[in-house]
T-cell receptor
Framework: ETGVTQTPRHLVMGMTNKKSLKCEQHLGHNAMYWYKQSAKKPLELMFVYNFKEQTENNSVPSRFSPECPNSSHLFLHLHTLQPEDSALYLC??????????????FGPGTRLTVL | AQSVSQHNHHVILSEAASLELGCNYSYGGTVNLFWYVQYPGQHLQLLLKYFSGDPLVKGIKGFEAEFIKSKFSFNLRKPSVQWSDTAEYFCAVIRGSGNTGKLIFGQGTTLQVKP
């Protein structure tokens, strides 16, 4: 499979559940990102990982916990979420490093509904 | 805080009409500019980008955008739209010349092209 894949594509969870979102990139990139896309709001950057190190946490609540075990995989662990966390969660990847600006490639997203 | 504004939230055009979607950003320093498109049921994908050089940038599918530094604008244009251009369009900005990965998105413009 090519590009950036995300699983599951749809997830419904209760506020007391614990679940994880998975992202995998097949592009040989070293930087990976989590974004949140809510209705009628701009895409919001949540986390950035560069060469497996977290380089950005955009004031995200601790009920969202990212994990990047290697440059190809990125997880978002979810626990005790709120209904307002319902959104489309997008993963992206790009070439890593700090020099130059690189295009980000996006996955299809996970549609999360919190009941 | 830096922001990206897309003035048109919902645009409806007939086929063969010309398109211009507005995008303005608030940051005064070096910026790198992007337009992404999301076709129904598909991933976000890059339409075009500006890093430096010629301020008129050509993208895929006949789209172009012009960077006007004095106006802090990066408007997207297409001379003649097709039904297949129906999608959501996002303007995005990265500050500076280094790869911070911090893409800041506008709220998006939904384009509906009537056949």
């Amino acid at each position: 499979e090519t590009g950036v894949t995300q699983t599951p594509r749809h997830l419904v969870m209760g506020m007391t559940n614990k679940k994880s979102l998975k992202c995998e990139q097949h592009l040989g990139h070293n930087a990976m990102y989590w974004y949140k896309q809510s209705a009628k709001k701009p895409l919001e950057l949540m986390f950035v990982y560069n060469f497996k190190e977290q380089t950005e946490n955009n004031s995200v609540p601790s009920r969202f916990s990212p994990e990047c075990p290697n440059s190809s995989h990125l997880f978002l662990h979810l626990h005790t979420l709120q209904p307002e966390d319902s959104a489309l969660y997008l993963c992206a990847s790009s070439q890593g490093g700090l020099a130059g600006v690189h295009e980000q490639f996006f996955g299809p997203g996970t549609r999360l509904t919190v009941l | 805080a830096q922001s990206v504004s897309q003035h048109n939230h919902h645009v409806i055009l007939s086929e063969a009409a010309s398109l211009e979607l507005g995008c303005n950003y608030s940051y005064g320093g070096t910026v790198n500019l992007f337009w992404y498109v999301q076709y129904p049921g598909q991933h976000l994908q890059l339409l075009l980008k500006y890093f430096s050089g010629d301020p008129l940038v050509k993208g895929i599918k006949g789209f172009e955008a012009e960077f006007i530094k004095s106006k802090f604008s990066f408007n997207l244009r297409k001379p003649s739209v097709q039904w297949s251009d129906t999608a959501e369009y996002f303007c995005a900005v990265i500050r500076g010349s280094g790869n911070t990965g911090k893409l800041i998105f506008g709220q998006g413009t939904t384009l509906q092209v009537k056949p």
